[in-house]
């Protein structure tokens, strides 16, 4: 069974970082590629960054680029997003998901077969 656990959210001040951790099991790592979305109530799903396992090929949307850095542990099955300069507009449940490397730009969720369960960020201005 593909598990994916996601965590390290919570409360920080505008101009803070944290960094998430997407720990995964019943795979075989390197076939994948990792991704970061976030939802906010009320708006869609954005793809917030991904990571290839395999060549470490990776993607930043626009307003994360610059501030987030995605990587990878491949002898920890374990992919990292580090968060730093957060604003409030980042405040959302981020989620990661696996899926295989079709593209260097995982961005959308329909690339994407396994879902962790969330870790909420909040930033306080």
């Known amino acids: 069974e593909v598990q994916l656990q996601a965590s390290g959210g919570g409360l920080v001040q505008a101009g803070g970082s944290l960094r998430l951790s997407c720990a995964a099991s019943?795979?075989?790592?390197?076939?994948?590629?990792i991704g970061w979305f976030r939802q906010d109530p009320g708006k869609e799903r954005e793809g917030v960054s991904s990571?290839?396992?395999?060549?470490?090929?990776?993607y930043y949307a626009d307003s994360v680029k610059g501030r987030f850095a995605i990587s990878s542990d491949n002898a920890k099955n374990t992919v990292y997003l580090h968060m730093s300069s957060l604003k409030p507009e980042d405040t959302a449940v981020y989620y990661c998901?696996?899926?295989?490397?079709?593209?260097?730009?995982?961005?959308?969720?329909?690339?994407?077969?396994?879902w962790g369960q969330g870790t909420l960020v909040t930033v306080s201005s």
């Open positions: 990571i290839s396992t395999s060549d470490g090929s990776t």
């Open positions: 019943g795979l075989t790592f390197d076939d994948y590629a």
């Open positions: 998901a696996a899926g295989r490397p079709i593209t260097s730009a995982m961005a959308s969720d329909k690339m994407y077969n396994y």
